[in-house]
């Protein structure tokens, strides 16, 4: 589903150039929980952007559904329809209810009120907020508030999951939780690609893509 090849990234100032991934290259198969890990400053979320098209490469490739990624174009339709983004910080309109946050994405994608109305509803269910869809941000605990997050990103029913540390803001019980509902997903289908630094993260991974000074240092496949 997606391959990425010999992928640097480095960022130039006036006085010095900051290598941050250095010829990166693995493939992502359909249906696969992935997990890129490491401690802070590695290149994991870099590393995730480039692969959801959110930033550039300074050299290498991104190819997804064996199409090269042509990354001086537009790709908002690419990241509308294809990809899904979960982040640490839940990024929700704080005076928007779940259910309006979760309809944002499907009023750009032009999408009839009454169908997306539906859509944002049952994607709320599936993260088990049925009886919070008209709650406000603030009325909601961290766990709640990155489900409604992880039912934005799902709403269009994308190929793939991008979450960047999608337990990091949360106790370990609602990290748990959220954990348990990438799970569900995944089992319906979805193939998911997790940024952590968190050990017991790693349990819930097909594949584990150990990242040290923006190197792969270890790529482990466990069986389930």
């Given at each position: ?11 130039n ?14 493939s ?10 490491g ?5 994991k ?8 098209t ?55 994608a ?6 997306r109305?539906?859509?944002a509803?049952?994607?709320?269910e599936?993260?088990?907020?049925a009886?919070r869809?008209?709650?406000k941000?603030n ?13 934005r ?9 991008l979450?960047?540390e ?10 748990q ?9 995944h089992?319906?289908?979805n ?10 993260i ?13 190197k ?9």
């Amino acid at each position: 589903m997606i391959e990425v090849k010999n992928i640097f990234k480095q960022i130039n100032t006036e006085t010095e150039n900051i290598k941050i991934l250095d010829n990166i290259s693995f493939s992502i198969k359909s249906n696969e929980i992935s997990l890129i890990y490491g401690h802070s400053g590695v290149g994991k979320s870099t590393l995730l952007s480039i692969v959801g098209t959110l930033m550039k490469p300074s050299a290498g490739k991104v190819v997804f559904d064996d199409k090269e990624i042509d990354f001086t174009s537009d790709l908002s339709k690419l990241r509308r329809e294809k990809i899904g983004f979960v982040f640490q910080t839940f990024n929700l309109l704080p005076k928007a209810t779940a259910h309006h946050n979760v309809e944002i994405p499907l009023v750009y994608a032009n999408i009839r009120k009454d169908e997306r109305m539906k859509m944002a509803s049952d994607a709320l269910e599936s993260v088990g907020l049925a009886d919070r869809m008209y709650h406000k941000p603030n009325e909601l605990s961290g766990g709640q508030r990155q489900r409604v997050a992880i039912a934005r990103a799902l709403v269009n029913n994308p190929s793939i999951l991008l979450a960047d540390e999608p337990t990091g803001n949360l106790d370990s019980k609602s990290g748990q939780e959220i954990m348990g509902i990438l799970d569900l997903l995944h089992g319906k289908g979805n193939t998911i690609i997790l940024v952590t630094h968190e050990d017991d993260i790693a349990k819930h991974a097909h594949r584990t893509i150990r990242l040290f000074d923006g190197k792969i240092t270890e790529d482990i496949e466990r069986g389930f």
